[in-house]
């Protein structure tokens, strides 16, 4: 993978490759959670290091591998930016595990078991909604992985029967961010009969905006419907979460 990123991107592999003890040093404070300083060593890594796109797959994947999965995707979002897209194709494994990261599965899957809504659906809207920072919390007080808000979150917990426990602060906990939204997403699906572009429209901007854009659509093909939709951010964000859900279901094919 480091090859094929330092051939794609024009990274020279001389004489500046990093030291095995200052990727040790980094990969010990990961590993008893001083993130901070290990974010610390990093800004102040080499900048010859710092900006090569091999060094920092290597240390997306650290990142990843402890966890910490908001500073690997900032990182990722780097090799994105830097690869040119006619080369995606041929880009290895290694390079799709960062930008697409699944993390939580089993726990996501547990939520929405006995349903039909798919896991990496799921995963797909909580790449676009947070880049996997649990600790998010918008201006208008949306929270967590999932970006719920209090007036959606708080019918969801006593849905849960867990509403004698619920405090919206605890969204920033990722696995009360999942049951709450992926249960969200079960009464979504139930709702627009298994459709995820209406779910994703009633996600972004709500019930009745979704039931008028429904209604002035009939009679179209579902997939000249969406275009029709009158929000612009509704319509980006409904092809940003299907994107990304395409492109786990090809990679989980592999």
């Known amino acids: 993978a480091y090859a094929w990123v330092r051939d794609k991107m024009g990274t020279q592999s001389s004489q500046d490759k990093w030291s095995p ?6 990969e010990r404070l990961l590993q008893i959670g001083a993130w901070e300083a290990a974010n610390h060593l990093y800004a102040n890594s080499p900048s010859q290091l710092r900006w090569r796109m091999d060094f920092v797959l290597k240390y997306s994947q650290l990142y990843l591998k402890y966890g910490y999965l908001a500073e690997s995707y900032r990182l990722a979002r780097r090799l994105i930016n830097k690869m040119s897209r006619k080369d995606l194709s041929s880009a290895p494994m290694q390079l799709y ?9 089993d726990w996501v899957s547990q939520q929405v078991q006995h349903t039909q809504v798919d896991p990496l659906f799921v995963i797909a809207l909580m790449r676009q909604e947070s ?3 649990d600790q998010i919390f918008s201006p208008v007080g949306a929270a967590g992985l999932m970006q719920i808000m209090t007036y959606t979150a708080t019918p969801l917990a006593e849905k849960e029967g867990i509403i004698q426990r619920y405090e919206h602060d605890l969204l920033r906990n990722p696995l009360m961010a999942i049951r709450l939204g992926s249960r969200y997403l079960k009464d979504l699906h139930k709702i627009w009969e298994g459709k995820y572009e209406y779910m994703l429209a009633n996600y972004n901007a709500g019930p009745q905006p979704t039931r008028r854009w429904k209604n002035a659509n009939k009679g179209r093909p579902d997939k000249l419907a ?19 859900y395409w492109n786990y279901q090809i990679l989980n094919t592999y």
């Open 97 to 105: 595990n960062v930008i697409y990261p699944t993390p939580h599965h």
């Open 226 to 244: 969406f275009e029709h939709i009158t929000y612009w951010e509704t319509r980006d964000y409904i092809k940003k979460v299907m994107g990304n």
């Open 131 to 133: 880049i996997f920072d």
């Open 21 to 26: 003890e200052y990727q040790q040093t980094f």
